[in-house]
């Protein structure tokens, strides 16, 4: 069996594995947690699949994919119940930039979740729920975006924490999970409790951020102001087309194909939409100033 000791745990942080019996979230058990250690000890090079451990509890991922949430069985049981289970302090966010360390790469990488992410993300993945709304404790609805759901907002169950912090949490197509921020562009995070599948989106981001492609426009003058929408290329606006595949996913909104070339970066990764909100004439990526945007 693999060595617990390769599940891998964040500095000043220890595994805080927690189960659901019926509406209540209670620390694991022993058993629950040595299964759930070794589950996670695995390699990370391997399709999922459950995990039955010695003392006969097995740990598994809805519909075996490596997005959805995580339960235990007893196995020869007569109920033949399942249970959520998840480690708390290892659910983590994707940010593109300031993050150093274990793992990041060029300032992009996964950093530990906030408890109150950390709180929303495990109460919408043991839901079934299309998009849930979240707020913190005595948030006004003042503070609320437009098309935010107010009917059916969630009060994050966590204290210590500031008014109006207020997000909503969502499935991309692959049934990856983000968030989407309270703030002007709608800015969309990844959030995720597998590092298998983080270790795989790493990896997927920097390939794409790497791929400089080729020169295929001349550059633009750049317009007046700061903001890159101002610096389009006078071509045809490219059209915005939804994609699943996320080798063409634009890597700010995931959803759009991505659809624009930096220059003199060259770095193609996001969609005329998301290009059009940035505030600044600076590559999300490599922070380049930016002289020109033409179609890619």
């Known amino acids: 069996m693999t060595s617990p000791s390769t599940y891998y745990t964040a500095p000043g942080r220890v595994r805080d594995i927690r189960v659901k019996i019926g509406d209540t979230w209670r620390p694991a058990d022993e058993a629950q947690k040595a299964a759930y250690i070794a589950y996670k000890s695995r390699e990370h090079y391997y399709t999922e699949t459950p995990y039955t451990h ?20 007893l196995e020869g049981s007569s109920r033949n119940v399942k249970h959520p289970i998840i480690d708390m302090n290892d659910i983590s966010i994707f940010l593109m930039d300031g993050v150093t360390g274990r793992g990041s790469r060029d300032g992009a990488g996964w950093v530990n979740a906030r408890n109150y992410q950390a709180w929303a993300y495990a109460d919408f993945v043991y839901d079934h729920a299309v998009r849930k709304c979240y707020m913190s404790k005595y948030s006004t609805y003042l503070a609320f975006p437009a098309g ?81 929408a101002n610096m389009f290329c006078e071509v045809e606006v490219p059209p915005l087309i939804e994609t699943s595949v996320e080798a063409d996913q634009c890597i700010l909104c995931y959803e759009y194909v991505k659809n624009t070339k930096l220059s003199p970066c060259n770095h193609v990764i996001s969609c005329y939409r998301c290009i059009q909100k940035l505030s600044k004439s600076e590559c999300p990526v490599c922070k380049a100033h930016i002289h020109s945007i033409s179609t890619a």
């Open 54 to 73: 010695e003392n006969d509890v097995t740990i598994f991922r809805e519909d075996n994919d490596p997005y959805m949430a995580t339960y235990f069985k």
């Open 148 to 228: 935010f759901d107010h009917a059916n907002v969630v009060t994050i169950d966590v204290d210590d924490i500031p008014p109006n912090i207020i997000f909503s949490v969502s499935r991309n197509e692959n049934n990856s999970v983000y968030y989407e921020r309270n703030d002007s562009g709608g800015s969309r995070v990844r959030i995720c409790d597998n590092e298998y599948a983080r270790v795989g989106f790493l990896g997927f981001f920097t390939r794409i951020t790497m791929d400089v492609g080729m020169i295929i426009e001349p550059p633009g003058s750049v317009g007046n102001g700061d903001n890159s």
